[in-house]
């Protein structure tokens, strides 16, 4: 079966500091790649996605680069901000399926 | 209104209690889910439905009993819960089909307490 394995968290990092989220995966099949966002008090929502090997998916300053030698979509912001503080879901589907995957998520905490 | 909206946001009810949550999508997709998300635990899929059909129903108690009446409209029924399905219940829609990606889109959660 499919499965997502994320660090555990909490990560605390001070401001402008550089952030690495590890993530892993396991699939049958091709599959699409995805990092989620939830802020406090919010539902997820979709911060950047990949969709075959060495695409680079970025967004708001985050990047992450489908690596298939290696089964990993680590999550990486060159200098994060007290705003970026929230839970981070690495997550997967496979092509024409319903079904997404997730991570258990790893909440990151920036302090000024 | 835009994406997917979720009422009530927040909700209190007793075991005996009947309940209903409420999700609505206005991004024309052919899926949506619920999930709950409980703390300290992993996202756990409940239910999906795709064209109106329900597709997946994973494990969950018969005390919760999801609708789908067409495709821009889900409901998760609720009656007799316990204080343990106390939780975030997430909504989400997506496209899906062949060689879609299937992103999924998230309302904000209907906040459930059980007393």
């Known amino acids: 079966g499919n499965s997502v394995t994320q660090m555990e968290g909490p990560v605390t990092l001070s401001e402008e500091a550089f952030l690495t989220i590890n993530c892993t995966y396991t699939a049958t099949g091709y599959p699409s790649l995805f990092w989620y966002v939830q802020y406090p008090g919010e539902g997820l929502q979709l911060l950047l996605k990949a969709t075959k090997a060495d695409d680079k998916g970025s967004n708001k300053g985050f990047e992450a680069t489908y690596r298939k030698e290696t089964t990993s979509f680590h999550l990486e912001k060159g200098s994060v901000q007290v705003s970026d503080s929230a839970v981070y879901f690495c997550a997967l589907s496979v092509r024409g399926y319903q079904k997404v995957t997730f991570g258990t998520g790893t909440k990151l905490q920036v302090i000024p | 209104e835009t994406g997917v909206t979720q009422t009530p946001r927040h909700l209190v009810m007793g075991m005996t209690n009947k309940k209903s949550l409420k999700c609505e999508q206005h991004l024309g997709h052919n899926a949506m889910y619920w999930y709950k998300q409980s703390a300290k635990k992993p996202l756990e899929l409940m239910f999906v439905y795709s064209l109106e059909e329900r597709v997946e129903n994973n494990s969950v108690p018969s005390r919760f009993s999801p609708e789908c009446p067409n495709s821009s409209h889900l409901f998760l029924h609720l009656h007799t819960l316990q204080p343990e399905d106390s939780a975030l219940y997430l909504c989400?829609?997506?496209?899906?089909?062949?060689?879609?990606?299937?992103?999924?889109?998230f309302g904000e959660g209907s906040r459930l307490t059980v007393l």
């Open positions: 989400a829609s997506s496209q899906v089909g062949t060689g879609l990606t299937g992103e999924l889109f």
